[in-house]
């Protein structure tokens, strides 16, 4: 599995699987954690989840499904942003991993930018990393703006900023992806498949599949997986999608295929903020 390095010197996998959605009905969390022990099984390293997902529910699945196999995994999770005071991220870290039911979260982000001082948040983030229940922290959702009101110790050392990316969405590349490698912060780039949208019946999307054999959503990965230090968490239920998005890893888009994406998905020409889903 390809990695990507952290400011910390520490690395995450490349590919992962989204939660969201997961754990809101208890009738199913028996099925959902037998397919995210089958993405383990299939070599997926990485889970992305957070304390809003299900409230609580697609941790509490996970922590069932990565029972006896935490070593196997790299843990990312998001608290609210109406948690983010010093004890109030400290608090909600602690029932993260008490429904992880494991004592590491390898990657702890803010979900979205909100009204609690920053300098209170990172206090709480220092904290948990000193006794261990944290490796990493880093944000989500963070505009230009947001990063740069950051005090600058912090900035050298967030572990991603995990943004809304894909080939149909890609106003990250205006000004936020710039000033994360300039600094060697990570973009971890949520709804990669743009929610299964129509993006994935673009007829660019589909001629560039078939030179390569490959289905419109491995394109629409594997051209992600071409940015500078990107990582990509598609979500999925179904076991045959996990096996098929993953396969993306291998896939190598060459330039003329680069070329027809960006005709077809052009980036952003002028000052543009990030959205959010
Ligand atoms: N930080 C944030 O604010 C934020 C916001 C949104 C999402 N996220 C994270 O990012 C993860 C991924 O984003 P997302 O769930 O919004 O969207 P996504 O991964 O772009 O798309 C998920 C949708 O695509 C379908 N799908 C998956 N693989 C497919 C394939 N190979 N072909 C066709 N359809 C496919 C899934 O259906 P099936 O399940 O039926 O396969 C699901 O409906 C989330 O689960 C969450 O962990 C973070």
Same mark, same amino acid.
């Given at each position: 599995?390809?990695?990507?390095?952290?400011?910390?010197?520490? !690395?995450?996998?490349?590919?992962?699987? +989204?939660?969201?959605?997961? %754990?809101?009905?208890?009738?199913?969390?028996?099925?959902?954690?037998?397919?995210?022990?089958?993405?383990?099984?299939?070599?997926?390293?990485?889970?992305?989840?957070?304390?809003?997902?299900?409230?609580?529910?697609?941790?509490?699945?996970?922590?069932?499904?990565?029972?006896?196999?935490?070593?196997?995994?790299?843990?990312?999770?998001?608290?609210?942003?109406?948690?983010?005071?010093?004890? +109030?991220?400290?608090?909600?870290? !602690?029932?993260?991993?008490?429904?992880?039911?494991?004592?590491?979260?390898? @990657?702890?982000? /803010?979900?979205?930018?909100? #009204?609690?001082?920053?300098?209170?948040?990172?206090?709480? @983030?220092?904290?948990?990393?000193?006794? +261990?229940?944290?490796?990493?922290?880093?944000?989500?959702?963070?505009?230009?703006?947001? /990063?740069?009101?950051?005090?600058?110790?912090?900035?050298?050392?967030?572990?991603?900023?995990?943004?809304?990316?894909?080939?149909?969405?890609?106003?990250?590349?205006?000004?936020?992806?710039?000033?994360?490698?300039?600094? %060697?912060?990570?973009?971890?780039?949520?709804?990669?498949?743009?929610?299964? #949208?129509?993006?994935?019946?673009?007829?660019?999307?589909?001629?560039?599949?078939?030179?390569?054999?490959?289905?419109?959503?491995?394109?629409? /990965?594997?051209?992600?997986?071409?940015?500078?230090?990107?990582?990509?968490?598609?979500?999925?239920?179904?076991?045959?999608?996990?096996? !098929?998005?993953?396969?993306?890893? !291998?896939?190598?888009?060459?330039?003329?295929?680069?070329?027809?994406?960006?005709?077809?998905?052009?980036?952003?020409?002028?000052?543009?903020?990030?959205?959010?889903?």
């Amino acid at each position: 599995m390809r990695n990507v390095k952290l400011p910390s010197g520490r !690395e995450m996998p490349v590919i992962g699987l +989204g939660t969201w959605r997961m %754990g809101e009905h208890r009738e199913r969390f028996a099925r959902e954690a037998d397919v995210i022990r089958a993405a383990l099984d299939l070599g997926v390293r990485l889970i992305d989840t957070a304390e809003m997902y299900g409230e609580g529910g697609a941790e509490e699945v996970i922590g069932e499904a990565i029972r006896g196999r935490r070593d196997d995994v790299y843990l990312v999770s998001k608290f609210y942003p109406h948690n983010a005071s010093r004890s +109030g991220v400290i608090d909600a870290c !602690e029932r993260s991993l008490r429904r992880l039911a494991c004592d590491t979260i390898d @990657l702890y982000l /803010l979900h979205w930018p909100g #009204s609690v001082p920053l300098e209170q948040t990172f206090e709480g @983030l220092h904290e948990l990393q000193a006794q +261990g229940k944290i490796r990493d922290f880093g944000v989500s959702n963070f505009n230009l703006a947001d /990063l740069e009101s950051l005090p600058a110790t912090e900035q050298a050392q967030l572990g991603c900023n995990q943004v809304f990316y894909n080939l149909a969405h890609r106003e990250v590349e205006w000004e936020v992806a710039g000033w994360c490698r300039e600094r %060697g912060v990570p973009l971890m780039a949520y709804s990669p498949l743009d929610q299964a #949208s129509g993006m994935l019946r673009d007829p660019a999307l589909a001629e560039v599949a078939a030179r390569h054999d490959a289905t419109p959503a491995q394109v629409a /990965l594997a051209w992600l997986l071409q940015q500078p230090d990107t990582v990509v968490i598609p979500k999925s239920s179904q076991i045959d999608r996990i096996r !098929e998005n993953f396969g993306a890893v !291998e896939l190598r888009l060459d330039a003329d295929d680069l070329a027809a994406l960006d005709a077809a998905f052009p980036p952003p020409d002028g000052p543009v903020r990030i959205g959010m889903r």
